[in-house]
């Protein structure tokens, strides 16, 4: 069974604190990417890497950064978090020439 | 601009009742178009997806999707909703062929026993 698996479910951070989001996926994939989910919002997404060491902005990259060292890990960070960052953050990856994207279940991420 | 559009933001139906629920797409060249489902608190899965051919595409969970180039609109419809298909629901175009997906603002849908 394909499996993308974000490290934490839930996460209450403080403002200013750097925060690490860490995924991992077991298919091999080379596509990995980040949303973020808002209600009313949709997803919307932040960075991807279609390689190791390879990272591409998305829609709305401000306030963070990305690290991808090895290929079936994808990290998220935030250098100083805000309060407006508190949101659902979602993993997904995908193999190249095929579109269909596999999620993580998400972290919930409260910044206080 | 590539965008998705989903013009219902909370849809209610009786359980055993039918369901569609709307997307329209702004796409250049032939879309890559896929329907995902959240249930509470979790990731997303995917219900299914039309790359080409039949435009009428079958999914998982007894739903189906009608590609209409002519109206740029990929519903997603169900004959008889289940009160375990509660959830919310996302329609995405696809950026590329690398899975970089362009998602709508979501439908949540609630059934009515």
């Known amino acids: 069974d394909v499996k993308v698996t974000q490290s934490s479910r839930y996460l209450v951070k403080r403002t200013g604190e750097k925060v690490f989001l860490e995924c991992v996926q077991d298919?091999?994939?080379?596509?990995m990417f980040w949303y973020r989910q808002d209600p009313g919002l949709g997803l919307r997404l932040i960075y991807f890497?279609?390689?190791?060491?390879?990272?591409e902005k998305g829609d709305i990259p401000e306030g963070y950064s990305v690290s991808r060292e090895k290929k079936e890990r994808f990290s998220l960070i935030l250098e100083s978090a805000s309060t407006n960052q508190t949101s659902m953050y979602l993993c997904?990856?995908?193999?190249?020439?095929?579109?269909?994207?596999?999620f993580g279940q998400g972290t919930r991420l409260t910044v206080v | 601009a590539q965008s998705v559009t989903q013009p219902d933001i909370h849809i209610t139906v009786s359980e055993g009742a039918s369901l569609e629920l709307r997307c329209n797409y702004s796409?250049?060249?032939?879309?890559?178009l896929f329907w995902y489902v959240q249930s509470p608190g979790q990731g997303l899965q995917l219900l299914l997806k039309?790359?080409?051919?039949?435009?009428l595409v079958q999914g998982i969970k007894g739903f189906e999707a009608e590609f209409k180039r002519s109206q740029s609109s990929f519903n997603l419809r169900k004959p008889s909703v289940h009160w375990s298909d509660a959830a919310e629901y996302f329609c995405?175009?696809?950026?590329?062929?690398?899975?970089?997906?362009?998602f709508g603002k979501g439908t949540k849908l609630s059934v009515k026993p």
């Open positions: 995405a175009v696809a950026r590329g062929s690398q899975g970089n997906l362009i």
């Open positions: 997904a990856s995908s193999k190249t020439g095929n579109t269909e994207a596999f």
């Open positions: 890497s279609y390689d190791v060491k390879m990272k």
């Open positions: 039309y790359f080409s051919g039949d435009t």
């Open positions: 796409y250049g060249a032939t879309p890559y």
């Open positions: 298919m091999d994939h080379e596509n």
